[in-house]
């Protein structure tokens, strides 16, 4: 057995990031991986999905899918080949609490901390045909080799609103079925419906307030299941003795420990943010703990994207959300169509949504519309540092940039 300062398990953006600074600061990390290095974002999620999003036609994402993704890889395995990593390509279990056993090797490993960052998978509910040959998951409907002519999406989420905006394009006919009375419930309610809107006027097919009970029952050449995702949690994570849930995660504090000293769960694994930055960033304030560093890190200021054609962003809670709350708050409304670059650009669709606090804060920042996701980083700054509305506004922005939607709000 050997021992090691830190075993990091799964090599994903929270695994890589995680051993990439640790062996920086000069731990020993031992990184276990099952599959490819680069996890679900690198392999089968945000970096195909934007090849698609970015491509014309079916054949040019696929092609285009097949370069990035090989090349980007060969950086996460350059990144591992580090002196102070040790990549074991091999699936890793809990032995116990301090220990991890690599398979089918039976080589073992004893770590004076252990971070798992083992992601998430599909979420399946339970509706009659789930045997049906045409269902896939998202890496299925990646696979695909040829374009469906019909296409059904179960889910209005971000891969399902994402993969209905490509595939629409690419001229499959597209029809999403969705439970909610809305798509995309994380963003604020009033841009779901417009971006919704739009994508109906591009041709997809929106069925809202809809229960999918049997596969048989749809009418189309290929069935995404789009329902979201679930930690992938394990049965020897028991032998550790830290608390997990099979819905939710892995329990996890401020710092990402579990509730065994030592053992941290970052990423899709522990349900907080599904998302590869904050899967990144919590690879960070780990090794940071783990050394005694302290850090900023604002966890609170999460922005995320969500890929469509226009492409929609957040950060912060939504009307809704700030409704719900009972937060004194105001909206500061500012549209793409009186932008001069969205015009020039024939961007013209967007509305972005500042809320301000009662003391002048910036509380969030909901928008859709042409390259709304840069906007979306500019206000994460901005919250980052506690910036009043009225600071924003004496900032001076470029003209003409889209980034002068975010001044017009901010001017009101
Ligand atoms: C279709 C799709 C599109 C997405 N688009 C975006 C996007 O645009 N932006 C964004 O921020 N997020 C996006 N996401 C989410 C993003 O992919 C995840 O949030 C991110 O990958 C989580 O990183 P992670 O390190 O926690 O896990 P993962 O990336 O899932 O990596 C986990 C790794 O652990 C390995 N592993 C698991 N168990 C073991 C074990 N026992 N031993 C060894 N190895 C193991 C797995 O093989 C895998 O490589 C998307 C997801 C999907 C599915």
Wanted: charged residues 25%; proline residues 3%; hydrophobic residues 40%.
């Amino acid at each position: 057995m050997t021992t090691t300062d830190l075993i990091i398990i799964g090599a994903g953006p929270g695994g890589y990031r995680a051993a990439e600074y640790a062996a920086k600061q000069g731990l020993k990390v031992v990184v276990f991986e099952g599959d490819e290095v680069g996890g679900t974002c690198l392999n089968v999620g945000c970096i195909p999905t934007k090849t698609y999003v970015h491509s014309a036609n079916f054949a040019e994402a696929r092609e285009r899918m097949a370069a990035v993704v090989p090349q980007l890889r060969q950086g996460v395995e350059g990144i591992l080949s580090n002196p102070n990593i040790t990549l074991v390509r091999e699936k890793a279990r809990f032995v116990d609490g301090h220990t991890v056993e690599a398979s089918p090797s039976g080589e073992v490993w004893r770590g004076v901390n252990i971070i798992i960052a083992t992601g998430s998978e599909t979420k399946i509910i339970p509706v009659q045909g789930l045997d049906d040959p045409r269902l896939v998951d998202s890496t299925g409907l990646l696979a695909l080799e040829s374009l469906p002519k019909r296409l059904c999406i179960i889910g209005a989420g971000v891969i399902g609103m994402e993969f209905s905006s490509a595939f629409q394009r690419f001229g499959s006919d597209v029809t999403v079925i969705e439970f909610l009375k809305e798509c995309l419930p994380a963003l604020d309610s009033d841009i779901a419906k417009r971006l919704r809107k739009t994508l109906e006027k591009k041709g997809i097919t929106f069925k809202m307030k809809t229960a999918v009970q049997n596969l048989a029952d749809i009418d189309a050449d290929v069935i995404l299941m789009a329902t979201g995702r679930k930690p992938r949690v394990q049965t020897d994570f028991a032998n550790a003795g830290f608390e997990y849930d099979e819905r939710k995660g892995v329990t996890v504090d401020e710092n990402f420990e579990t509730t065994v000293k030592g053992i941290y769960a970052i990423g899709d694994v522990n349900g907080r943010q599904m998302l590869a930055h904050a899967a990144e960033m919590q690879a960070i304030r780990v090794v940071n703990h783990i050394i005694g560093k302290k850090d900023g890190i604002r966890f609170d200021v999460m922005p995320a994207a969500i890929f469509t054609s226009p492409e929609a962003a957040c950060v912060g809670p939504s009307e809704d959300q700030l409704k719900e709350r009972g937060i004194a708050y105001t909206c500061r409304k500012s549209f793409w169509r009186a932008n001069g670059k969205a015009l020039a650009m024939g961007d013209a669709e967007g509305l972005l949504k500042l809320f301000v606090g009662s003391d002048g804060l910036i509380l969030g920042c909901h928008a859709y519309g042409a390259h709304s996701a840069d906007i979306i980083q500019e206000v994460s700054v901005l919250m980052c540092k506690d910036t009043t509305v009225g600071e924003l506004a004496d900032m001076v922005h470029i003209h003409p940039t889209l980034s002068e939607i975010l001044l017009a709000a901010a001017e009101g």
